[in-house]
């Protein structure tokens, strides 16, 4: 929304919305530009990657299921550990396929160029007997 002083109106305060066309108060304007300011990084910081999660794996891989597994310490979990990452793995898919086979794991950075570190996302690839 592009707000634009409407003509010989300065002194009221009013601004004209190039959208809707209509009056738009100025101290409106700029709780609608602090609500979206504050709004738009939202979705960046709503991905959770400390939470757990099983998917089906595509067809034609050699896995059936792809864990990811949480990327944060728990009591006796070490999410730095591979043998703690595996095991969980395995504890979470158990309901799905009770035997199974780890066929590889693997580690995801979530750093951004540089200028935003995070922990790093980890998934462990198991394949059902």
């Given amino acids: 929304m592009i707000l634009s002083p409407e003509p010989g109106s300065e002194d009221d305060g ?70 703690d990452r595996l095991s969980s793995a395995r504890r979470m898919v158990r309901q799905f396929c009770p035997k199974t086979r780890v066929v590889g794991d693997n580690v995801f950075q979530t750093e951004i160029f540089g200028l935003i570190t995070g922990k790093p996302d980890y998934v462990v690839y198991i394949q059902c007997r």
């Fill in 14 to 83: 009013g601004f004209r919305s190039d959208i809707l066309g209509e009056r738009m108060p100025l101290d409106q304007a700029k709780m609608l530009l602090t609500v979206a300011i504050v709004t738009l990084p939202w979705p960046a910081r709503a991905q959770t990657h400390s939470t757990s999660r099983v998917e089906a794996a595509p067809t034609g891989q050699p896995y059936d299921y792809i864990v990811h597994v949480p990327n944060t310490y728990d009591y006796r979990y070490n999410p730095q550990v591979r043998d």
